[in-house]
């Protein structure tokens, strides 16, 4: 009997250690598995990387898209991603001034720096375009799902690069900054959110810019901006604002946008509102805020204007 018991104990405890063998072994494999996919991963995206280094504009513009890819596929690389892409628009570039007959340098030692600036105008659409997908929730806008190729709120440096199409519709954005930056065409911002700081200072828009109905969780900078036309419309600034530019028209066109009178103390002494608008108190901020934000808040408006100032707004 004793015998038996023994013997009954061995198997088990023989049984456990298989299994505790086995979990070891499979769990080493999991994580072998799991590093071997980083290091892909992490080759992948610096081949990209490299790439997009070529004298050709395809070979940079096939890296573009390797790139995107990377950032589609794994999370963690997201943002990493963008870094690269928005570091790519930083670079060093002149917009073509002059026309050039398409294929007329196509000879291997024929060189040509208008056409030259035309390929790589298109690959820095093919960047801008890429940013402009993954940015965007599409059908999220609207209280739906995101759409899958939405990759969440993002920090865009765009400091002091040079771009042609932007258009930030009905997303959500970390942070933005387009200090220093020229945008070619219009920049579009609309129906978004920025979470943290945006940067204008020094930016030049060829074309002018519209920002409608953004909210600033954070600082909002505009310092220096050239005196092309800015637009605010229906926005939200809840923190420290600098709008005065030296220009002639004194800053951005404002229409229906509120300003937290109650913000931090250094946001309320330091900032700076576009020559010749004040901030008038309004009761009842529902309609121009987004719902759930706390605080008093003022309406951006003329100095000599002589209306009471109202939360009513135009569609």
Same mark, same amino acid.
């Not at 009178?261 to 608008?277: E, N, Q, T, W």
């Given at each position: %009997?004793?015998?038996?018991? =023994? ?58 898209? %390797?790139?995107?890819? =990377? ?19 930083? %670079? ?8 050039? $007959? ?86 579009? =911002?609309?129906?978004?959110? =920025? ?26 900078? %505009? ?35 509120? $300003? ?56």
């Amino acid at each position: %009997m004793q015998t038996e018991a =023994i013997r009954t104990g061995l198997t088990v405890a023989a049984t456990i250690g298989g299994a505790l063998v086995l979990f070891v072994t499979v769990r080493r494999q999991w994580h072998a598995e799991i590093d071997s996919r980083q290091q892909q991963i992490t080759e992948q995206y610096s081949k990209a990387v490299e790439h997009l280094a070529s004298d050709q504009a395809p070979a940079r513009i096939v890296a573009l898209h %390797m790139l995107e890819r =990377i950032g589609q596929d794994n999370l963690e690389y997201r943002q990493r991603v963008a870094d690269a892409l928005c570091g790519y628009l930083r %670079m060093p570039y002149y917009p073509p001034v002059t026309q050039c $007959i398409p294929g007329h340098n196509d000879g291997p030692d024929q060189k040509c720096a208008a056409c030259d600036s035309l390929r790589e105008e298109q690959v820095r659409r093919t960047v801008e375009q890429i940013l402009n997908t993954h940015v965007s929730p599409g059908n999220g806008s609207k209280g739906k799902a995101p759409a899958s190729t939405y990759w969440g709120p993002l920090h865009l440096n765009l400091s002091g690069a040079v771009f042609y199409d932007f258009a930030f519709v009905g997303t959500q954005i970390a942070s933005l900054n387009l200090a220093n930056a020229r945008a070619i065409n219009r920049l579009h =911002i609309e129906h978004t959110h =920025i979470a943290g700081n945006a940067d204008f200072t020094g930016a030049k828009f060829d074309a002018g810019a519209i920002l409608f109905d953004v909210t600033f969780h954070r600082d909002l900078r %505009m310092r220096d901006v050239d005196d092309s036309e800015v637009f605010l419309v229906r926005c939200t600034i809840g923190d420290f604002c600098e709008l005065r530019t030296p220009g002639k028209t004194g800053g951005p066109y404002v229409q229906d946008c509120l $300003i937290r009178i109650d913000a931090s103390d250094f946001a309320v002494r330091h900032r700076k509102l576009p020559r010749g608008y004040t901030i008038k108190e309004v009761e009842s901020p529902e309609g121009l805020t987004t719902p759930g934000q706390k605080g008093k808040w003022g309406l951006l408006d003329k100095a000599d204007s002589k209306e009471k100032a109202s939360p009513k707004t135009s569609s």
